[in-house]
């Protein structure tokens, strides 16, 4: 199957430890996350924690996980400065070779003495301050004269601040495009803002009518290259104003950090397109980070975690959802400023391979170069994919090439294998050992017939090994109707994986249009509630041009595998059927070896031919062959 969209989150300077070059900047010592859990006694997280953010660095409150269930590292930022805007260009691609230019002691008078002309007011202010302090300081005063707050930040910014019922909305945004016209070359600051308030003296409050008018990127981003290839780039919050709209297809502002979650939340379940969801969750640095408040930071923290798996509840099976930062803002620091840090990178979903540490990746931009590279748009040259590091890929564990990486160490062939019990008088018993063997080598699977799922489901919990059932099982002649209903009751009984029979039959029969439909309602029934499906073909009732139609019917009903046998017929696997099958689905389906394979020297058979998953009841066999080289007494049927 392949990936869909891309869902990427970005938590506003969650940094994660002070970069190599920190001096240059001022942050030594800087570690927003580490130091904020010093500062509050310890961070408790515990979606992000299962996640493996406690494997990134070494966390107060958070330990690190022997099976994370994402992918997990972090990455270095090579552009020349720290503040948000550079740090989303290189996240998409772009690498800025020079810092935007700042004002510790206000603007000089050849910036500010023609933006007071031109908007005909004089101005209050002009240095650098907290948003929240300068309208309390000079609040009073603007509304009394009508002169705009004018203030700066540690960041590129020239920043306006007016009160709603003195100036409104529209002339404050005019007054910002104003500005935005005189801040060029030498001054040519990363954004002009609009920070509205209201209140009364004492009690001003900042509105959610913010508005940034940012520089457009020097050059095209990977939301550029996705928008010229007819995809999604979809912006949540502060996107689209980050990037000057450029490259963005749709987009939504938001108002604060759980709007910025419920509305992504809702573009993952509206905006259905291949492509990109891009978030800025903003509070972490606009309210605690700048304001230096680490129990505020903690908190804000704790309350995206309390919000993460109603985000991976949406996520739909072709989705992978990336969650990072764009730069550091310790707020245990003197500074208020953005710090220069790595940023961590966690990334889910079915399709991505759990547990795979990337390491440090040499720039923001390596994220970039990966979308790019899956969802197969104009590469970005700024950055290094590790795509391959990082899916499910049909020939590839972990960036490795399947008998690469089980010949590092020959027990991971169980990995790759469905431990299956098929037999009509298999007792509880009899799948309770077989389940015992799965926990204990790691099996990827344990394949049973529907009746016995509830009770594998419950022996296998919280062990990472599935549940898989088949449907339709061995004939493959009964009704989609009924095949649909043995679907939804074993995946309702705890089933992670079904495998189906087709209607050999029909196939024989050249009854095209039945074959598919029924592959096709099964595929999107087991697809509907999130488990993947396997597509039995039984390979000894057909012959190699039959063997290669229903594959490519099968692949156009959606499978996610084709597998050669039930172990029921008069034949299984033979590494010919399944170099055959690998052929003619390509990279767009797996192929699942089942019936015959019975000793290590036939897994390697298979797999060499292009099988990445193995169905057998000898799989304790397998693998005790595969760590002793001598062959294990294992059962004699296929089932």
């Known amino acids: 199957m392949n990936v869909n969209r891309f869902i990427v989150i970005v938590l506003d300077s969650v940094g994660i430890g002070e970069l190599p070059d920190a001096a240059n900047f001022g942050d030594v010592g800087s570690h927003t996350l580490g130091n904020t859990a010093v500062a509050v006694g310890g961070l408790h997280l515990p979606n992000l924690e299962k996640m493996g953010l406690g494997n990134i660095a070494l966390l107060p409150g958070l330990k690190p996980q022997e099976k994370p269930t994402a992918v997990y590292g972090k990455m270095v930022e090579v552009s020349a400065g720290k503040d948000t805007t550079i740090g989303h260009w290189e996240l998409m691609g772009v690498l800025s070779k020079r810092p935007f230019p700042t004002y510790p002691n206000g603007f000089p008078p050849e910036v500010l003495e023609p933006f007071e002309k031109a908007v005909g007011r004089g101005t209050l202010g002009n240095y650098p301050a907290s948003g929240t302090a300068i309208i309390e300081e000079l609040g009073e005063e603007h509304m009394r004269t009508g002169r705009p707050i004018v203030y700066t930040s540690g960041d590129s910014v020239f920043q306006i601040a007016t ?27 990363c954004r002009v803002i609009a920070r509205p308030f209201i209140g009364q003296p004492g009690r001003f409050t900042r509105t959610a009518n913010r508005h940034d008018f940012s520089i457009s990127p020097p050059e095209p981003t990977l939301l550029d290259n996705l928008k010229d290839a007819g995809m999604m780039a979809f912006a949540v919050g502060k996107i689209n104003d980050i990037f000057a709209g450029q490259g963005i297809t749709g987009y939504v502002y938001t108002q604060d950090n759980m709007d910025g979650v419920d509305k992504t939340i809702a573009a993952m379940r509206e905006q259905r397109e291949r492509g990109l969801i891009f978030t800025n969750l903003v509070d972490f640095d606009a309210k605690f980070g700048h304001r230096n408040n680490p129990q505020g930071y903690a908190d804000a923290l704790v309350e995206f975690d309390r919000r993460l798996p109603e985000i991976l509840a949406a996520m739909a099976e072709d989705d992978v959802l990336v969650i990072t930062a764009d730069h550091g803002n310790d707020p245990t620091t003197p500074s208020t400023d953005h710090s220069r840090e790595y940023v961590p990178v966690l990334i889910t979903g079915q399709q991505v391979q759990a547990g795979v540490n990337i390491g440090v990746r040499d720039s923001f931009a390596d994220l970039a170069a990966t979308i790019a590279d899956v969802l197969g748009v104009e590469p970005i040259f700024a950055g290094q994919s590790f795509k391959n590091s990082i899916l499910k890929t049909l020939d590839h564990i972990n960036g490795q090439p399947l008998l ?40 990827a699977s344990v394949c049973v017939n529907a009746g016995h799922v509830e009770f594998v489901a419950e022996q296998l919990a919280g062990t990472g090994v599935k549940t898989c ?118 990279s767009k389906a797996g192929v699942k070896a089942s019936g015959g394979v019975r000793n290590y020297a036939d897994a390697l058979a298979v797999i060499t031919a292009g099988a990445n998953r193995i169905g057998a009841s000898s799989g304790v066999a397998i693998v005790k062959e595969a760590l002793t080289g001598q062959k294990a007494a294992g059962p004699a049927s296929d089932y």
């Open 163 to 189: 009160h709603e019922e003195i100036i409104p909305i529209d002339e404050l945004y005019e007054m910002c495009r104003t500005a935005r016209k005189i801040l060029v070359g030498q001054h040519e600051v």
């Open 404 to 443: 690469e990486w089980i010949a590092q160490d020959p027990a991971r062939v169980a990995r790759i294998i469905d431990h299956t019990l098929l037999k009509a008088n298999a007792t509880q018993a009899d799948v309770a050992q077989v389940c015992a063997e799965a926990r204990e080598y790691d099996f």
């Open 469 to 586: 059932a088949v449907v339709g099982f061995p004939l493959g002649a009964t009704l989609t109707e009924v095949k649909v209903a043995e679907t939804v009751a074993s995946i309702m009984a705890g089933a992670d994986e079904i495998d189906m029979v087709i209607n050999i039959g029909a196939l024989k029969a050249q009854n095209d249009e039945l074959v598919e439909d029924d592959i096709a309602a099964v595929v999107a029934t087991a697809h509907d509630y999130g488990a993947l499906c396997k597509v039995i073909i039984e390979t000894s009732y057909l012959s190699d041009a039959e063997k290669e139609h229903v594959c490519r019917i099968a692949v156009r009903a959606g499978a996610d595998y084709v597998k050669t046998s039930t172990g029921f017929s008069g034949g299984g696997a033979t590494p010919e059927d399944v170099a055959l099958m690998r052929r003619t689905v390509g």
